[in-house]
């Protein structure tokens, strides 16, 4: 049954509540990481989505589990709503507080507390970037005297490597080393009422950080998986490592055809490899991605038409070079059956004018990328079936040209507007992740119209062709309903977390019936 | 095509920057190194005020919205104590700007000094401290409340060099050491050396003494940019008028001064002593000679580097020393961390300068460096403070004390 939303919440946002509030949250964090100065407020309340939020009442900043710890329990005792926030990138509208209430900023929780080189993890706190994580990483070995690596997210470098794992995050890595979210060993979670509660091994008296990912029992950690911070707040992560391969080789390979058939070739290529599990890292890439290629001085808008709409990143590893020798061997037989052909880069940067940074791609997958072109970035994605992509693209199209057109003059970045990413094979490739990006200028207000109303068709879009939402963005929470008996049992399990809904109210729907399901 | 540099160039009003606020896609860029060019995890924050503070109002994107908030037809947000502590504790080192223009093209350096100039435009600056200093350079000149014929004594232990008068006898280069390198007595062998270094090096060189006034750099760093105008005008007319074919100064202050917001103004070339020296090494003109046996690591001055894209150069010069073994930080270049002190934090808000220094300190000792060489007085003297405050020796010097031990 899909229940109508209807606020019913009550919460204790009054002024000498809130005064009250802060005084204790004062004590329990120090006057200097405490604020309620709408200079400070006003910096909450917007992202890079078209969503907008509302000032939350304070921020605070607190630095271990137990200070976050104290300030739910504040929380709890007053009703007061909380939204955490960590980098404020990557999960458009997910830390945008819709009722004032507190807002716990993650930026001082930003260490790495733990290496064990030997069981290959590291543990992390919520605010550690992608390039931090993986620097701090690649200081240690494997027994073969490899370099570790995490599997690091394909979002921005400064991106919370915590919050891509908890959302269930993937990148091109995810065919040889899973999704994020299989990688995720032990959680540490502040719930609403200010408990705290391991996941994994670690919740087990005296087993510590034992690199496997579930203890026995039923496992309740999916509840918190991507339910971004209405369960509580993640605090620390233990996420696997993996040794870095002596021998890695990057490839860039374009279709020989265009339009559809260009990305069809590209699709039956990425089916092949993956179903021989040959690469490390496999991207299906657009126009707009090929720019991490281009030294930062210039302008991506002028070079983006010279780069092709698909496109495919490889990276190939191996112990010894010939093993390498071996798997480029068959890549390059595959690539030639699709009709796909090795670009040379340096012809590429010869054609276009530029040096151009060959292994950029190597290094996104490294320390997480910048995404080069400018202006925001609205994205949906889902895992969905690899051979009926081009049917979901070609609806995507008819969205995108609905509300973009390139001969618009509303629209000034009309070539950089939509790309299709596809990564994260599930393995053998029968499956994968598929993204949609559109880029738009969030100082435009017909612009601002635009993404809203096209996210709004796509999430509806992809739902009909029955692709399930990788990530819930703004766009498709507002959709979850339709899950029927799904979505009310994660209502049921959210009530019962949280009785008086403080945590994060309005990231998904709850239904009017919260209060009596909390009971 | 490539994109012009933007770091540095003339700062617009706030509302020429209204709009840039709405594209800020809080991507974090701006905040720490660049992710494709970060070495250690630790050295990855590059915001001294972000670090110092950690609420999302100090970095770049709280910038942009204070700006967003502050441009609104009905603005959302009053002038607090806490508003004026964001925007004034700002040390416009341009980190964010250098990493954010090229890819995203805005400008979050540019609209801190447009904030800094909004408040002081309505009344709510400048800072106190800052107020001092303003006053300071009306009364005298010079921000040290100093007398004005105080400004050349530096030169008086140099008579054997003969040093000309500009404003009375034509030179080719004129050596314009400004208010630090005159009146700071740590600094002033600075002075000393960098005239000895010219004097070696056979340059038809003089100087303004007491003639000499403030560049105005302190000025426009708080944001009081009608003053700045006004020493700005006084000083293109001074010194067009000397006739001379280059101007050298050892201040990166001054410099970046001189190079950007006097952009067009000025009849001859601007040229840092490190381009200068190079410049002298490369035609022979001098030779280093004398072994210095120093482990040292070289921090890039915010007005020389970001402002001004000199990097090679003093490298060059610290390669080129006898008997130096020099090491890089991690943070360097275009990703160098600022040294705290400038904007007028220093003066502002001397914790936010004390912590960046001390970081930077420890930064310079992982390197097994014993001595931090910079080109710039605010540098030289918050990294002293820095170094003082830390446990152990580290030696902080101007470039130009070694150029000279070497010669």
Known sequence: MVRAYKQTFEYGLTVDTLSEVRDKLVEALGAEWVSDDPAILTCYFRDFTARVGKWPNLVVLPSTTEEVQAVMRIAHEHRIPVVPYSTGFNHGGTALPQWGGILVDLKRMDKVLAVDEEGMTITLQSYLGNARVYTVANEYFALEGLPLKPAIPMTMGSASTLCNYVSRGFSGIAGKHGGHSENIVNMTWVLPDGEIVKFGPGSFPNVGDVPVQFGPGPDISGMFISADGMMGICTEITIKLFPEQAHEKLYYLVPNSEGIGALTDCIDFFYEISQQNLMLFIYKMCHTDALVMLPEEYNPADFMHMFPEHALTLILCGLTEEELALKEEIMLEMAESCNLELANIEMLAQ??????HKDMFKKIYQAGKVMKPKGSFQWIAGYYRLDRVPELMEDYKKIVMRYWKPSDPQISYALAMSGTHIQGPLPFGRATTIEFDFWWDPGNPEQVKRAILTLREMGEMMMDHGV????????????????????????RAKAMTDPLHIMHPDVMPVGDGYSQQSE | MAKEKKIGDSVGSLMEYRNLAWKCVRCGLCRGVNPEKLIQSDHWENCPTGTKYKFEAYFAPGRHELLRALTVDD??????????EIVFSC????HCQENCYPIKGLEPMNVGLALKQHLIKLGHGPLEPHHILIQSILNYDNPWMSPRAARGKWAKKL???????ASKEKVEVLYFPGCNDSYVPDLKEVSQTTARVLALGNVDFGILGAKERCCGSTAFRVGAV???????????KQLNGLGIKTLVTACAGCYSTFVNEYTGELDFEVLHIVEFIARLVAEEKLTFKNELDLKV???????????????DEPREILKALPGVDFREMDRIREYSLCCGSGGGVKTGYPEVAMDTAKMRVREAKDTGAETIVTCCPFCEMNLKDGANAEPGAMQVVDLMELVSEAL
């Open chain 1, 351 to 356: 054609m276009i004018g530029v040096s151009m």
């Open chain 1, 468 to 491: 399930m939402f990788a990530k819930n963005l703004v766009g498709t929470y507002e959709l979850l309903p339709r899950l029927g008996v799904y979505y009310d049992l994660v209502c």
């Open chain 2, 75 to 84: 603005p959302e947000v009053e002038i607090t104590e806490k508003l004026k």
């Open chain 2, 91 to 94: 040390t416009s080192c341009g």
């Open chain 2, 159 to 165: 008579k054997d060099l003969k040093i000309k008068d």
């Open chain 2, 226 to 236: 009608e003053m700045f105008e006004k020493y700005k005008k006084a000083n293109v």
């Open chain 2, 297 to 311: 690591t070289y921090h890039d001055p915010c007005h020389i580097g970001r402002y001004g894209g000199l990097y």
